[in-house]
T-cell receptor, first 112, second 115 residues
Framework: QKEVEQNSGPLSVPEGAIASLNCTYS??????FFWYRQYSGKSPELIMS????GDKEDGRFTAQLNKASQYVSLLIRDSQPSDSATYLC????????????FGAGTRLFVKA | EPEVTQTPSHQVTQMGQEVILRCVPI?????FYWYRQILGQKVEFLVS????????KSEIFDDQFSVERPDGSNFTLKIRSTKLEDSAMYFC?????????????FGPGTRLTVL
């Protein structure tokens, strides 16, 4: 069973701080990794995608991938109250066809 | 900006009834997906669809489920005989290509309530 694991949280950070979200995955042949943000009752919204080892930055967001450790993370700099949401880690894996496996998500609260 | 749309936003049905959930993917996208999310749980992959056939499906997608692209724009998920445990948010998504790196764009979801 291919799994994606995340700490469910909640993770609470003060406004302006860095929020660090982590994810591990079990399938070594996974090729692409995504971070989605989901507000309560809404659909997942893509924040970042990463495919190669190392860091990828987009505005206040940085995704980090370490395939050897099967680990992907998301850093949110200068956290804002509007960043309060559940962050979903998703992994594309191949099982004869591609499918996307989601983690259960980490709830983030940014305190004003 | 193009987006995936889904109808209805909320569907209430009696156990044992058939339901059809509808999606209009982004117009130039070729790959379509259905996911479900039971309240408080993770988003779960159901099925992917390309060129009028199922590309991949999960263990959840049993004989009670079927998908169809009845015309050039709609993509539907049918549940033949709903059970209480089918109550969930159902999300449709589409992508331009079925490469492992391709981004899937999600619709707003249909909340299905089975009574």
């Amino acid at each position: 069973q291919k799994e994606v694991e995340q700490n469910s949280g909640p993770l609470s950070v003060p406004e302006g701080a860095i929020a660090s979200l982590n994810c591990t995955y079990s399938d070594r042949v996974s090729q692409s990794f995504f971070w989605y943000r989901q507000y309560s009752g809404k659909s997942p919204e893509l924040i970042m995608s990463i495919y190669s080892n190392g860091d990828k930055e987009d505005g206040r967001f940085t995704a980090q991938l370490n395939k050897a450790s099967q680990y992907v993370s998301l850093l949110i700099r200068d956290s804002q109250p509007s960043d309060s949401a559940t962050y979903l880690c998703a992994v594309n894996t191949y099982t004869g066809g591609f499918k996307t496996i989601f983690g259960a998500g980490t709830r983030l609260f940014v305190k004003a | 900006e193009p987006e995936v749309t889904q109808t209805p936003s909320h569907q209430v049905t009696q156990m044992g009834q058939e339901v059809i959930l509808r999606c209009v993917p982004i117009s130039n996208h070729l790959y379509f997906y259905w996911y479900r999310q039971i309240l408080g749980q993770k988003v779960e992959f159901l099925v992917s669809f390309y060129n009028n056939e199922i590309s991949e499906k999960s263990e959840i997608f049993d004989d009670q489920f079927s998908v169809e692209r009845p015309d050039g724009s709609n993509f539907t998920l049918k549940i033949r005989s709903t059970k209480l445990e089918d109550s969930a948010m159902y999300f449709c998504a589409s992508s331009e290509a079925l490469m492992s790196t391709d981004t899937q764009y999600f619709g707003p979801g249909t909340r299905l309530t089975v009574l």
